[in-house]
């Protein structure tokens, strides 16, 4: 019995070893496809700017840009959310459209309609 429990274990031990490997090639994919797609985006002159200043974030949402800053410090906005732009001794961060709204929804309603975007007050 022990000899079956061992050899089980090992099998099951490959195939969480399996499982993760596929999941890191499943990751990488992701996170080319989203780069490929951004790139298709702003590729495409009738698409809205794609990636904002804290400033156009904030008026998006009805936010300044300095609450918009706060929330990016504090780790609200997600990796894919945020691209950092050094420029000289100073970095600029901008704020992915999309992502960017999504992550807000987690501390304040984000509504999307018909291709204009509202606040609401109500949870």
Not at 28 to 53: G, V
Not at 58 to 82: A, D, E, H, N, P
Not at 84 to 99: A, I, L, S
Request: aromatic share 10%; with cysteine.
């Amino acid at each position: 019995m022990n000899n079956f429990q061992d050899r089980r274990y090992q099998e099951l031990l490959e195939e969480v070893r399996t499982l993760s490997s596929c999941i890191q090639v499943l990751q990488n994919n992701f996170e080319r496809l989203a780069d490929n797609q951004d790139l298709m985006m702003e590729a495409n002159p009738s698409a809205p700017n794609l990636w904002l200043t804290p400033k156009q974030l904030g008026q998006l949402v009805g936010l300044s840009s300095s609450t918009i800053s706060k929330y990016r410090k504090r780790g609200i906005f997600k990796k894919f959310s945020i691209k950092d732009v050094e420029k000289g001794q100073y970095v600029y961060y901008y704020y992915h459209r999309q992502n960017a709204l999504k992550d807000l929804q987690k501390i304040k309603p984000v509504h999307i309609r018909s291709n204009s975007i509202y606040i609401s007050d109500k949870v």
